[in-house]
T-cell receptor, first 113, second 109 residues
């Protein structure tokens, strides 16, 4: 149990299709982060929320990507018109309250054919 | 890229030997963290060192931090086969963590 539930765990899609990932933290967290990790690389920051407000977006997050956290609890990450370069593990992450030590979800692996 | 760099990219040692990994980062930091990732698994937090600390120990782990050089090192003493994993440093600039590219450690029994 990582404290963060992500769904789906694995998504295989054809290029050009849209995909949506959902993240559900088990407990309340003011902040929620999305990272992306490709094979052999460290996690790359995508975006983060303070409650329902999206405070920062990485340059990696093109206009095909959109993230929401409508009630300040769960979050969704949508990728429109997927490209093969979008293939990666998408990680939802929440910090501990008093430090920025991160708890990672198991991730949602995207494979774009 | 904002990502930090780690050195070496890969490290192979025998059980019982020490393993040292180095990390350089680019931002000013609140703290520097190290994470471990077993193959096919999620990242797990190992140790955190604050920007006003120079050295920290936790079990067989020893972390150093040099903020003037924007660098950190992780030493694993008396390594075990179970230490085989990828290790990532992460610079915390208060808003977010910026991860390094990682060191893949292989410990042979």
């Amino acid at each position: 149990d990582t404290g963060v539930s992500q769904d789906p765990r694995h998504k295989i899609t054809k290029r050009g299709q849209n995909v949506t990932f959902r993240c559900d933290p088990i407990s309340e967290h003011n902040r929620l982060y999305w990272y992306r990790q490709t094979l052999g690389q460290g996690p790359e920051f995508l975006t983060y929320f303070q409650n329902e407000a999206q405070l920062e977006k990485s340059r990696l997050l093109s206009d095909r990507f959109s993230a929401e956290r409508p009630k300040g609890s769960f979050s969704t990450l949508e990728i429109q018109r997927t490209e093969q370069g979008d293939s990666a593990m998408y990680l939802c992450v929440v910090p501990q309250f008093t430090t920025n030590v991160l708890t990672f979800g198991a991730g949602s692996r995207l494979t774009v054919l | 890229s904002q990502q930090g760099e780690e050195d070496p990219q890969a490290l192979s040692i025998q059980e019982g030997e020490n393993a040292t990994m180095n990390c350089s980062y680019k931002t000013s930091i609140n703290n520097l963290q190290w994470y471990r990732q077993n193959s096919g698994r999620g990242l797990v937090h190992l140790i955190l060192i604050r920007s006003n600390e120079r050295e920290k120990h936790s079990g067989r782990l020893r972390v150093t931090l040099d903020t003037s050089k924007k660098s950190s090192s992780l030493l694993i003493t008396a390594s075990r086969a179970a230490d085989t994993a990828s290790y990532f440093c992460a610079a915390d600039n208060t808003d977010k963590l910026i991860f390094g590219t990682g060191t893949r450690l292989q410990v042979f029994p």
